[in-house]
């Protein structure tokens, strides 16, 4: 097996092109444990941290460019972004301890394609586009549209994510991620889910994004309970349907962390958290026009 | 493969495989046991070490990764025969029993400290939930932590400075 | 003063500077790689094994198998386990060494120069296996028709030890009962979890001894074992423990010793002089040694208006795996706290210890009181709501005191302080709790706006257990101690203290350097302990039962007092030599079970109060005041941290930890899947409270402590959990998924 660390781009497409059998990483805190645990060891390991472009994270007039190879605890620790998307931050946040916080990354932890990832629904709320990099050029893509199942990725061969755009939140707007875990830390969701809001000026839904994780082979969006937030108030009826479209929409596995009928019954309960959460903080936020412009 | 790095302040050089983890780097290529193994899952955090001042588990890290980096290992944490004030509190507090864990746990909460210096108990706990202890409870562990952080202030403060961070 | 004082712990430097040397640290870089191959097999008869191809695999040393082994079994109090599984062997046993009864069954030890060629020499090897029923639980074992595991026993049955207890008239206690509460409960597995997996390294020592430096609980033990396997004198073996990364009871039992020392000495044979080092990885640690027992217990307990006890009826099982490591010890301390630390005029107690495929129960902190103070403190709560009782003045009214005969109709030993600990421990939970100075780091902080999903409880329990062997089991302490000084001096200025015990991390080298001062009258630093070394030390029991500052202590006072002699007496050194027996204890009675179980007991209560987020299942623990009778704390801060770290770790048995089995084979072989606490998932507030009411045979006063707190806390959770929800759980661990289930399914809240 060899390390390759290439520092372009264009230097990445030309090593994953002559080693057709490598596995691209950045952080390396799924593939290390992973290989650890027996699976087969690729030609060479192709580590994406040593390129500028996707360890930045930048504000680009009309939207952020979050590297996918940033360390999450850059992003953690960008006021910023971190002001303007607590939810997106805060699931960053949850990858691991500091340790992997120092390490892990956005891209690492959406190409890992595990169902439970979570940072996925929270980015998915959000709307974030993956910039993809391979031997036809860039191309980009939704990132709820990225996973395709459990460990499998809508990726070509030779192509990886370079970064990430975040549009900046419209006024007025609020995001969140809830998840459980059988304990405080260090393991991965049993049920995830994030939302994003924003409220009109009466203080109803304008529009709403819905989106749960580690309760189906791919973190998915809730159309239904969207669709019943949008023009409505955040009140019991509102919220008790959110609940039951969360639950309607779970496809998940009975494992060691919890069986079907736990998964499906806490993604409503957390769901419904999570509106509750991301509405209060779209009641509270100052996003809008005042964050435009602003250099970091 | 060739790897350098500095270890503790010295220039390391050894050729090994391109799979060799920072952990095994140093404990077998340069000989310091200080830093331990507990899981296969980078779940325990007993390997944790310091790579350029952030605390990282050497068990989830290629050597070839971090090649001209700068890495602490507990051994290296001294400053000659005079222990560092991290040390020195988890001895004074009993934030250690079997010991296993205790490397790891200072690492993780020296890298702690100079991000934070005047943290909670709740930054504490969240600071350092990458590392696990079977024996303590963890209570002993925070209030070293803790301790350190008051009766040292000074030093962390200076520390935390230089590394760009204010209290 | 050294004993109740706190010094620094003698070991605490070189674990902060790394200085400090665990078992893998200790294997030098040219010794030969050992890989320990599992038979990965829970029921099946090996028909035929070939090694050679395994043999010339390049890189690759020996490979051996049961015919090396000249005794092919092995066992801490019972030998009915192969070192080896093979189709032939060299006799010697009556054990049938070809069948597996365990995944984790030995099959062979490969050598080689590197890691990597062992592994490829380990797949190389070619076996096959006569598949046998698997039988993946107690139920399966007890049906009818079941294979026998062990056949050898000429039992009959896999129930292969039962206790009873027959005392006083059960139909009167019936008649006599205003309440009575049954139910059927079940305990879970217990990983032990110590940070340091598995390892050590052998070799033969200059003294031609076969050498094992390893991580255990006693040395002396490890080397009667090995000895035995190898069939070899034991003085020509010898046993030494470098640090110990955590032992919890997981270590009491052998996991690499015999074949290291096996390696080591065929090697020699052959020419061969390096030394042989094996290090587990953490799956092959939690696969490869035993567990907390699985078990049910059966219970119907009754009780008089006034919420005296009338009547215990209870029967259990513990699913003792393919072998009986200490089950049979274990079921013995089960049995004795069916009826809890309480006065029972009539009881009808019965425990069995069951042969499975399972993974092998033994010892692990708590030792089987665990899991019948559970059920006994459960069903004391129970009578308490039945009867409309207060849980603390329902105990009152029955606890154990001075002078009470036991459920094995003898009068406990003196000093009995339940009620004095369970009347402090409910003072104490009665005051509001010291002020936290900021905001918990708790389960609840990724869960979200839950406010009104929430419901609060408290619990209260409170148990006994045993410090020392029980049961007329051959318990003993040895200490030596070496006065240093000048002809004509008047005291010594210094001492060595020559002792086996082991300091699995609890602290045990420094207490015992604390007591060797003492006794006297030197400063900590003049006394210089040489420890856990079967060259230099005598035999001093296991770091295990909380008997070893008990025991130890007692023998570190006659040694001194034999010391002080033959100072006075003008050696120069002055040695003194000593061996403490305890007063001695008997075996249960077949049919009644009448005995002096014990000839020490520690005393624990515990209030808890939590948090259910009944959104999640969910649990938190704020609060949890721990009381325990320590007698005398020799060392109080390292009473309190047992207390704090006895508490977590019971935490994790009773929330989050998750053994899960199926078809006899662990599913959750990892730190990933088996969820230990972290530092952020212990009760928010531990309050340690300390009574010395002096044990009148202890040192000093002295009684055990350590496995104490693991004693109470899931009958405590219980009872608050209860009195959040109205729900009692006969089952645990409480995690998120089955807590809500169970209010699913009770409706409630």
């Known amino acids: 097996m060899k390390y390759l660390a290439p520092k372009t781009v264009e230097e990445a497409t030309t090593l994953l092109a002559e080693h057709p059998g490598a596995t691209v990483f950045a952080g390396a805190t799924d593939v290390i444990p992973q290989l650890k645990a027996g699976r087969p060891e690729p030609e060479a390991l192709v580590d994406l941290k040593k390129i500028s472009q996707a360890v930045s994270v930048s504000d680009e007039g009309g939207h952020w460019s979050i590297g996918a190879a940033t360390a999450t605890a850059k992003l953690t620790g960008n006021k910023a972004l971190a002001a303007e998307f607590p939810g997106l931050v805060e699931a960053a946040g949850l990858i691991g301890s500091d340790q992997v916080q120092s390490r892990a990354t956005l891209g690492g932890n959406l190409c890992n394609a595990s169902p439970a990832a979570d940072s996925v629904p929270a980015m998915i709320a959000n709307g974030m586009r993956a910039v993809i990099a391979g031997p036809g050029g860039t191309r980009t893509v939704a990132v709820e549209d990225i996973p395709t199942g459990p460990g499998s990725t809508q990726l070509q061969p030779g192509e990886f994510v370079v970064s990430f755009e975040l549009d900046h939140a419209p006024a007025r707007t609020g995001d969140a991620y809830l998840r459980l875990i059988p304990r405080t830390e260090m393991d991965i969701a049993v049920v995830g889910a994030g939302v994003r809001i924003t409220l009109d000026d009466a203080g109803n839904v304008a529009s709403a994004t819905v989106a749960i994780g580690a309760v189906a082979p791919t973190a998915r969006r809730v159309p239904a309970a969207e669709e019943a937030l949008v023009g409505n108030p955040i009140n019991d009826t509102t919220l008790a349907a959110v609940a039951e479209a969360a639950s309607a929409a779970c496809n998940p596995i009975d494992d060691k962390r919890g069986t079907i009928a736990y998964r499906r019954q806490v993604a409503g309960v957390l769901a419904r958290r999570a509106v509750v959460a991301a509405a209060e903080r779209a009641a509270a936020s100052t996003n809008g026009a005042s964050n435009n412009g602003e250099t970091r | 493969m060739q790897v350098d790095m500095t270890v503790n302040g010295q220039d390391r050089s050894a050729d090994v495989e391109a799979r060799t983890l920072l952990v095994y780097y140093l404990r077998d290529a340069v000989g310091l046991t200080g830093t331990n193994v507990g899981c296969d899952t980078s779940s325990c955090g007993a390997c944790t070490v310091l790579l350029n001042g952030e605390s990282v588990k050497s068990c989830t890290i290629l050597a070839a990764q971090v090649r001209g980096a700068d890495v602490t290992t507990i051994e290296g944490l001294a400053d000659g025969t005079a222990l560092h004030p991290m040390q020195q509190a988890f001895m004074e507090c009993h934030g250690l029993q079997c010991g296993y864990c205790t490397p790891g746990m200072v690492l993780a909460a020296t890298s702690l400290l100079a991000d934070n210096p005047r943290p909670t108990e709740a930054e504490v706990r969240e600071g350092l939930e990458g590392n696990l202890c079977r024996c303590t409870g963890y209570h002993n562990i925070v209030k070293a932590v803790l301790h350190t952080a008051e009766h040292d202030a000074a030093f962390w403060q200076a520390r935390a400075s230089k590394s760009g961070v204010t209290a | 003063m050294s004993v109740g004082g706190t010094p620094r712990r003698i070991d605490s430097e070189g674990k902060v500077t790394g200085v400090t040397e665990y078992p893998a640290d200790r294997i030098p870089p040219d010794a030969l790689v050992a890989k320990v191959v599992f038979t990965n097999q829970a029921h099946a008869r090996l028909t035929s094994l070939d090694v050679r191809a395994a043999e010339v695999t390049p890189g690759v040393v020996a490979v051996f198998t049961a015919p090396d082994v000249p005794v092919n079994v092995y066992g801490l109090t019972l030998p009915d386990q192969p070192v080896f599984v093979g189709t032939s062997h060299t006799g010697r046993t009556d054990v049938p060494c070809d069948v597996s009864r365990w995944e984790a069954d030995h099959l062979a030890l490969v050598v080689a120069e590197t890691a990597h060629a062992a592994d490829q020499a380990a797949a190389a090897i070619v076996a096959t296996w006569e598949p046998l029923p698997v039988l993946g639980d107690i139920d399966e074992a007890m049906a009818p028709g079941a294979p026998l595991l062990h056949p050898e026993n000429g039992l009959g049955h896999n129930v292969y030890t039962t206790y009873n207890i027959r005392k006083g008239d059960m139909a009167a206690g019936w008649a006599a009962a205003a309440a009575v509460v049954e139910a059927t409960y079940e305990v879970p597995y217990q990983e032990h979890a110590y940070l340091q997996p598995e390892a050590g390294m052998a070799y033969i020592d200059d003294h031609g001894r076969v050498t094992v430096e390893i991580a255990g609980q006693w040395t002396h033990e490890d080397r009667e074992q090995i000895a035995?396997?190898?069939?070899?004198?034991?003085?020509?073996?010898?046993?030494?423990?470098?640090?110990?990364?955590?032992?919890?009871?997981?270590?009491?039992?052998?996991?690499?010793?015999?074949?290291?020392?096996?390696?080591?000495?065929?090697?020699?044979?052959?020419?061969?002089?390096?030394?042989?080092?094996?290090?587990?990885?953490?799956?092959?640690?939690?696969?490869?040694?035993?567990?907390?027992?699985?078990?049910?217990?059966?219970?119907?307990?009754?009780?008089?208006?006034?919420?005296?006890?009338?009547?215990?009826?209870?029967?259990?099982?513990?699913?003792?795996?393919?072998?009986?490591?200490?089950?049979?010890?274990?079921?013995?301390?089960?049995?004795?706290?069916?009826?809890?630390?309480?006065?029972?005029?009539?009881?009808?107690?019965?425990?069995?210890?069951?042969?499975?495929?399972?993974?092998?129960?033994?010892?692990?902190?708590?030792?089987?009181?665990?899991?019948?103070?559970?059920?006994?403190?459960?069903?004391?709560?129970?009578?308490?709501?039945?009867?409309?009782?207060?849980?603390?003045?329902?105990?009152?009214?029955?606890?154990?005191?001075?002078?009470?005969?036991?459920?094995?109709?003898?009068?406990?030993?003196?000093?009995?302080?339940?009620?004095?600990?369970?009347?402090?421990?409910?003072?104490?939970?009665?005051?509001?709790?010291?002020?936290?100075?900021?905001?918990?780091?708790?389960?609840?902080?990724?869960?979200?706006?839950?406010?009104?999903?929430?419901?609060?409880?408290?619990?209260?329990?409170?148990?006994?257990?045993?410090?020392?062997?029980?049961?007329?089991?051959?318990?003993?302490?040895?200490?030596?101690?070496?006065?240093?000084?000048?002809?004509?001096?008047?005291?010594?200025?210094?001492?060595?203290?020559?002792?086996?015990?082991?300091?699995?991390?609890?602290?045990?080298?420094?207490?015992?350097?604390?007591?060797?001062?003492?006794?006297?009258?030197?400063?900590?630093?003049?006394?210089?302990?040489?420890?856990?070394?079967?060259?230099?030390?005598?035999?001093?029991?296991?770091?295990?039962?909380?008997?070893?500052?008990?025991?130890?202590?007692?023998?570190?006072?006659?040694?001194?007092?034999?010391?002080?002699?033959?100072?006075?007496?003008?050696?120069?050194?002055?040695?003194?030599?000593?061996?403490?027996?305890?007063?001695?204890?008997?075996?249960?009675?077949?049919?009644?079970?009448?005995?002096?179980?014990?000839?020490?007991?520690?005393?624990?209560?515990?209030?808890?109060?939590?948090?259910?987020?009944?959104?999640?299942?969910?649990?938190?623990?704020?609060?949890?005041?721990?009381?325990?009778?320590?007698?005398?704390?020799?060392?109080?801060?390292?009473?309190?941290?047992?207390?704090?770290?006895?508490?977590?770790?019971?935490?994790?048995?009773?929330?989050?930890?998750?053994?899960?089995?199926?078809?006899?084979?662990?599913?959750?072989?990892?730190?990933?899947?088996?969820?230990?606490?972290?530092?952020?998932?212990?009760?928010?507030?531990?309050?340690?409270?300390?009574?010395?009411?002096?044990?009148?045979?202890?040192?000093?006063?002295?009684?055990?402590?350590?496995?104490?707190?693991?004693?109470?806390?899931?009958?405590?959770?219980?009872?608050?959990?209860?009195?959040?929800?109205?729900?009692?759980?006969?089952?645990?661990?409480?995690?998120?998924?089955?807590?809500?289930?169970?209010?699913?399914?009770?409706?409630?809240?």
């Open chain 3, 228 to 749: 035995h396997a190898l069939d070899l004198p034991e003085d020509e073996i010898r046993v030494i423990y470098p640090a110990i990364g955590g032992a919890f009871g997981g270590r009491e039992d052998t996991s690499l010793q015999i074949v290291l020392a096996l390696a080591a000495w065929r090697l020699h044979q052959r020419g061969e002089h390096r030394p042989v080092g094996c290090v587990w990885s953490r799956e092959e640690s939690i696969v490869g040694h035993h567990k907390r027992h699985r078990g049910r217990i059966q219970a119907r307990w009754g009780a008089d208006a006034e919420g005296r006890i009338t009547a215990v009826e209870s029967e259990a099982w513990l699913d003792a795996g393919g072998y009986n490591y200490t089950s049979n010890k274990v079921l013995g301390n089960l049995h004795l706290g069916q009826g809890g630390p309480y006065e029972v005029p009539n009881a009808q107690v019965t425990s069995h210890a069951v042969y499975t495929n399972a993974v092998p129960g033994g010892a692990f902190r708590g030792f089987g009181g665990p899991q019948s103070a559970y059920v006994a403190e459960c069903q004391m709560n129970k009578l308490a709501e039945a009867l409309g009782l207060d849980p603390v003045e329902i105990r009152r009214r029955n606890v154990l005191r001075d002078g009470s005969i036991g459920i094995t109709q003898t009068p406990m030993p003196d000093g009995v302080t339940i009620a004095q600990v369970v009347e402090a421990c409910a003072a104490a939970a009665s005051t509001p709790p010291p002020a936290s100075p900021s905001e918990p780091f708790t389960p609840f902080a990724t869960l979200g706006p839950a406010a009104g999903d929430l419901r609060r409880g408290r619990g209260f329990a409170c148990a006994f257990k045993n410090v020392g062997f029980s049961f007329g089991f051959p318990e003993r302490c040895e200490a030596e101690i070496v006065l240093h000084g000048a002809v004509g001096d008047d005291a010594p200025h210094g001492a060595d203290l020559f002792h086996a015990g082991a300091d699995v991390g609890q602290g045990a080298h420094t207490v015992f350097t604390q007591m060797a001062a003492e006794a006297l009258g030197l400063p900590i630093e003049r006394v210089h302990g040489h420890f856990s070394d079967t060259a230099i030390t005598g035999d001093s029991g296991s770091a295990s039962a909380s008997r070893l500052t008990w025991m130890a202590g007692n023998a570190i006072l006659g040694a001194a007092e034999e010391a002080d002699k033959a100072w006075r007496n003008g050696d120069r050194p002055a040695v003194g030599k000593f061996r403490y027996v305890p007063p001695p204890t008997e075996a249960l009675d077949p049919e009644t079970g009448v005995c002096t179980p014990n000839f020490s007991y520690g005393y624990v209560a515990q209030a808890v109060e939590l948090t259910v987020d009944t959104g999640t299942g969910h649990i938190r623990v704020d609060r949890v005041v721990s009381t325990h009778d320590v007698g005398r704390a020799i060392n109080p801060d390292l009473v309190v941290a047992q207390i704090e770290g006895g508490v977590v770790q019971a935490h994790g048995y009773v929330l989050s930890e998750d053994l899960q089995v199926r078809d006899a084979r662990i599913q959750t072989p990892r730190l990933s899947t088996y969820l230990i606490p972290g530092i952020g998932d212990g009760p928010t507030v531990i309050e340690p409270l300390i009574l010395e009411l002096a044990d009148p045979i202890g040192p000093w006063g002295a009684r055990g402590m350590a496995e104490m707190p693991m004693m109470t806390y899931a009958p405590a959770v219980v009872a608050a959990l209860h009195d959040a929800t109205g729900v009692w759980f006969d089952a645990f661990p409480l995690t998120p998924s089955r807590v809500l289930a169970r209010l699913n399914e009770s409706g409630r809240p």
